[in-house]
């Protein structure tokens, strides 16, 4: 059975840091891509990042490149974006999602395919 479990979301101050984790299990990450989507209240989900499994490649859309930073620790088996200098436009449910492809920046949400999905991890930038 394959699950992903995003973790580390709350409650932070406009310029704040959070620490999103992505672990999953009965998939390795190193061998699948793994991307980063948000959706706030009534907008569309929209694509935050990507890291390649094999050679750790990594994806930001705009908005996320300067602020977010993706890693990965094989050993535990889990993705994590680091949320830096965060603004209260920021503010969304953060989900992750893995698929057998490489990252591709001309893919939607960098994933040609996405076949597993997390429930998502809330994030709240407020003061």
């Known amino acids: 059975q394959v699950q992903l479990v995003e973790s580390g979301g709350g409650l932070v101050q406009p310029g704040g840091s959070l620490r999103l984790s992505c672990a999953a299990s009965?998939?390795?990450?190193?061998?699948?891509?793994t991307g980063w989507f948000r959706q706030a209240p009534g907008k569309e989900r929209e694509a935050v990042s990507c890291?390649?499994?094999?050679?750790?490649?990594?994806y930001y859309v705009d908005f996320a490149k300067g602020r977010f930073t993706l890693s990965r620790d094989n050993a535990k088996n889990t993705v994590y974006l680091q949320l830096t200098d965060l603004k209260r436009e920021d503010t969304a449910v953060y989900y992750c999602?893995?698929?057998?492809?490489?990252?591709?920046?001309?893919?939607?949400?960098?994933?040609?395919?996405?076949?597993?999905w997390g429930k998502g991890t809330p994030v709240t930038v407020s003061s």
């Open positions: 999602a893995a698929g057998p492809y490489g990252c591709s920046e001309v893919e939607p949400g960098f994933l040609a395919t996405k076949d597993y």
């Open positions: 009965g998939i390795s990450l190193d061998y699948y891509a």
């Open positions: 890291i390649n499994g094999p050679d750790r490649t990594t």
